[in-house]
C-alpha cells in the first residue's frame, strides 16, 4: 500500500521553474539542430531506458517525472509502454508538445494544491500511475562513471 504525504510548497519552485522557462526555447532548439537529449546517441542510458522499459511494460502507466523535451517519454512510448510526462516549466511542456507531438502525453506539473493528499493524481493517467521514471539524475551521471 501506498502512503500520500503532505506536499509543502518549496519557496523557490517559482525561481527554479522561471529559470528553465528561460533556457526552454535555446534547449528545444539543440534538440532539433544537434540531437541534445536522445537517448538513442548514449548507448548506457537507452540501455537502462530498455531494461526499465522491459521490466515495467507489464505493471501499468509510467510517468516520466521531470520530462524535458520530451524524447525519453516518446521514446517510451515508441517502445509500447503507457508513458506520460511531467515538468516544472510550463515552457519546456510547449516545446516538448510540438517536437514530440502525439507520440505520448506531456504535461506542466500540476498545482501544489493538487498534490497534497495523492501526488500521482493530478498527472495524466488519472492517478493511475504504477511507475515512476526520473531520468534526469542519469544523464548528470559523469561520462567517467556511465556502465
Request: glycine share 8%.
Amino acid at each position: 500500500m501506498v502512503r500520500a504525504h503532505s506536499i509543502d510548497r518549496p519557496a523557490d519552485l517559482d525561481v527554479i521553474s522561471e529559470s528553465y522557462d528561460r533556457v526552454a526555447d535555446n534547449y528545444a532548439h539543440m534538440v532539433v539542430t544537434t540531437g541534445v537529449g536522445d537517448i538513442r546517441r548514449h548507448s548506457w542510458l537507452k540501455a537502462s531506458i530498455d531494461a526499465f522499459a522491459d521490466r515495467v511494460r507489464r505493471i501499468g502507466p509510467v510517468l516520466d517525472v521531470g520530462c524535458g523535451s520530451g524524447t525519453v517519454t516518446a521514446y517510451l512510448a515508441e517502445r509500447g509502454l503507457d508513458v506520460s510526462g511531467v515538468d516544472l516549466s510550463p515552457l519546456v511542456i510547449e516545446n516538448a508538445r510540438r517536437l514530440i507531438r502525439d507520440a505520448a502525453s506531456v504535461s506542466p506539473l500540476p498545482p501544489t494544491s493538487a498534490l497534497k493528499k495523492r501526488p500521482w493524481a493530478a498527472y495524466p493517467g488519472g492517478g493511475d500511475c504504477s511507475t515512476f521514471l526520473a531520468t534526469s539524475f542519469l544523464r548528470s551521471w559523469p561520462c567517467s562513471r556511465a556502465p
